[in-house]
C-alpha cells in the first residue's frame, strides 16, 4: 500500500542549530513529494515541492529537501533554525494526478532559546 | 485573494445534532478537498471534487457524512446525526490543478461533539 513515513514524532533543536527531518514513501514510480508546515491554530502551508529534475529543491523561509530515489527519502533542511519554526511539518505524496494526496503524521519541531 | 475561507471557525454541538461545515475555495481553483486531522489518525482525505464533481469519497467514514459543492464558490461538508468520536479539526483545501499542484488550505474548523 502506499504510504509516508516520518519517523520523528517529536524533535528539539536550539536555536541556530541545522535540521534536518526525515520522510520516507512507498511507491512504485516516481512520486509528487511535498512538505507542509502548520502552525499552532492555522492551516498548512507550503515549503518546497519536488516533481522532476533537479533533486535539490529550495522552498520557502529557508528550508530545503532532497529527495533520493535510491533510499525513497524526501528529508527537509534547515542550517540554522529560527524560533519561528516551531510549528508542526508534513510530508506528502501526491500519485499520479489522482488527486490524493498522502500525508505523513507529522513532526512536531520545538526550539530551543 | 482572501485565501480559502471556511466557516465557522468553531463548532460546539451535541451527540446527534446535524452539523455543517462551510467552505469558499480560492476563486479559479478547480478543486476541492476536505480532509480531518485528528491526533489518532493524523491528516485524512474525505472527499475531493474537480469541477464541483466529487470524484473520490473513500475517505468519508460512513453514510452520516455528505459533501457537496453547488457551484465553483461554495461546498458542505455535512455530519447528521453527529458523535463524540467526529471531534476534530476539518480543513479545507483548494488548488488549480490535481494533486500535482500545490493545495492551499483555509484555518480549519475545530468540531466538538459532546
Known amino acids: 500500500a502506499q504510504s509516508v513515513t516520518q519517523p520523528d514524532i517529536h524533535i528539539t533543536v536550539s536555536e541556530g542549530a541545522s535540521l534536518e527531518l526525515r520522510c520516507n514513501y512507498s511507491y512504485g514510480a516516481t512520486p509528487y513529494l511535498f512538505w507542509y508546515v502548520q502552525s499552532p491554530g492555522q492551516g498548512l502551508q507550503l515549503l518546497l515541492k519536488y516533481f522532476s529534475g533537479d533533486t535539490l529543491v529550495q522552498g520557502i523561509k529557508g528550508f530545503e529537501a532532497e529527495f533520493k530515489r535510491s533510499q525513497s527519502s524526501f528529508n527537509l533542511r534547515k542550517p540554522s533554525v529560527h524560533w519561528s519554526d516551531a510549528a508542526e511539518y508534513f510530508c506528502a505524496v501526491a500519485y499520479g494526478n489522482t488527486g490524493k494526496l498522502i500525508f505523513g503524521q507529522g513532526t512536531t519541531l520545538q526550539v530551543k532559546p | 485573494d482572501a485565501g480559502v475561507i471556511q466557516s465557522p471557525r468553531h463548532e460546539v454541538t451535541e451527540m446527534g445534532q446535524e452539523v455543517t461545515l462551510r467552505c469558499k475555495p480560492i476563486s479559479g481553483h478547480d478543486y476541492l478537498f476536505w480532509y480531518r486531522q485528528t491526533m489518532m489518525r493524523g491528516l485524512e482525505l474525505l472527499i475531493y471534487?474537480?469541477?464541483?464533481?466529487?470524484?473520490?469519497d473513500s475517505g468519508m467514514p460512513e453514510d452520516r457524512f455528505s459533501a457537496k459543492m453547488p457551484n465553483a464558490s461554495f461546498s458542505t461538508l455535512k455530519i447528521q446525526p453527529s458523535e463524540p468520536r467526529d471531534s476534530a479539526v476539518y480543513f479545507c483545501a483548494s488548488s488549480l490543478a490535481g494533486s500535482t499542484d500545490t493545495q492551499y488550505f483555509g484555518p480549519g474548523t475545530r468540531l466538538t461533539v459532546l
Open positions: 471534487f474537480n469541477n464541483n464533481v466529487p470524484i473520490d
